[in-house]
């Protein structure tokens, strides 16, 4: 069941993702880190149906990460990226060549080798006062580097920035919903009576904000990859660190996890670079008009609605 909700919010966030790029790609280039990316945000429908799309997969996350631990659920997020092709080979009707079917396979195997060569269990400790201190003064530190590191440099390295500190800020919220979840697990009407609920809401929004930047600042191979690699690093530190995860590292297991991470993360950065991929942005005029037709396709009574950045937003630097 764990495998099944994890696998499903790796869907949903794929989803979100386009839908929510869709939303903010032709924000205003000042808008970054303002409060008025969200109020545009706020008023685009695709952005509020990605919003949508993010609740159910925070459900399934939530209820994934209730019955297993940090260490199983979040590199299964990670399967996003070949969701992501999926969706728009099938939905887009784009075409899957040989270098994303191979990504496809690298990050599938990778990602099942080391759930097998890991085997982790455990994660049942409650972190104490000093544990959550630690993570999350670590996971602060991280974000404001990250985002300090964001404010120069091109958009690639802007977007990617941004992707990190926000995946840093999902992997602690991830290990909250856990928290809250174990402790609402008996008496749910007491969630308000613990500070990580309202930590939740704080960290949660504030990630979802970060996210938002990095889709807003530059093409989605480098934002997604970031996005979508760091944290499943950052939560495997912070389920180790306070929650007691415990993996299979003796004789040749861990050799074996390290060369089946490197191999999904060697499959995912692949499938993030694929111009299938990169091409959501609309960098690529031949993308923005394959997706016109798409819709056009769809809803032949209306005139067609252009979909991601044929809007008539700022085009973005190739990478």
């Known amino acids: 069941m764990v495998y099944v909700l994890a696998l499903t919010s790796a869907l949903a966030n794929a989803l979100t993702s386009i839908l929510q790029r869709m939303g903010v790609e032709d924000a205003p280039e000042d808008a970054t880190l303002h409060l008025r990316l969200l109020t545009h945000a706020l008023r685009r429908g695709v952005w509020l149906a990605g919003?949508?799309?993010m609740i159910g997969s925070f459900l399934?996350?939530?209820?994934?990460?209730?019955?297993?631990?940090l260490s199983t659920v979040q590199p299964i997020l990670t399967f996003e990226l070949p969701l992501l092709v999926l969706i728009l080979a099938t939905w887009f009707g784009f075409s899957i060549g040989g270098r994303e079917w191979l990504g496809c396979l690298a990050a599938a195997g990778g990602l099942a080798g080391f759930l097998v060569f890991a085997r982790p269990i455990g994660g049942d400790l409650v972190p104490t006062a000093a544990q959550w201190l630690t993570a999350g003064g670590a996971c602060a530190a991280f974000v404001a580097v990250a985002v300090f590191l964001a404010r120069r440099g091109p958009r690639w390295w802007r977007?990617?920035?941004?992707?990190?500190?926000?995946?840093?800020?999902?992997?602690?919220?991830?290990?909250?919903?856990?928290?809250?979840?174990?402790?609402?697990?008996g008496d749910p009407v007491r969630i308000l009576d613990h500070w990580q609920t309202y930590a939740l809401a704080v960290c949660g929004v504030g990630?979802?904000?970060?996210?938002?930047n990095a889709f807003h600042a530059g093409p989605i191979a480098a934002s997604q990859t970031a996005l979508v690699l760091v944290d499943p690093l950052a939560s495997l530190a912070i389920g180790i660190g306070i929650f007691g995860d415990n993996l299979r590292t003796a004789g040749a297991y861990g050799p074996l996890e390290a060369l089946s991470l490197l191999v999904m993360f060697v499959g995912a950065i692949s499938l993030a670079r694929s111009p299938l991929i990169s091409g959501v942005k609309g960098e690529e005029d031949h993308y923005a008009e394959l997706l016109s037709t798409r819709s056009r396709s769809r809803r032949p009574e209306r005139p067609a609605r252009p979909t991601l950045a044929a809007e008539g937003g700022p085009d973005l630097e190739a990478e």
């Open 159 to 185: 977007a990617a920035a941004f992707g990190a500190a926000g995946a840093v800020g999902f992997a602690f919220t991830a290990s909250l919903i856990k928290a809250v979840g174990n402790l609402t697990a």
């Open 207 to 212: 990630s979802l904000f970060l996210a938002q």
């Open 51 to 53: 919003f949508a799309v």
């Open 60 to 69: 399934c996350q939530a209820v994934a990460l209730h019955i297993g631990n």
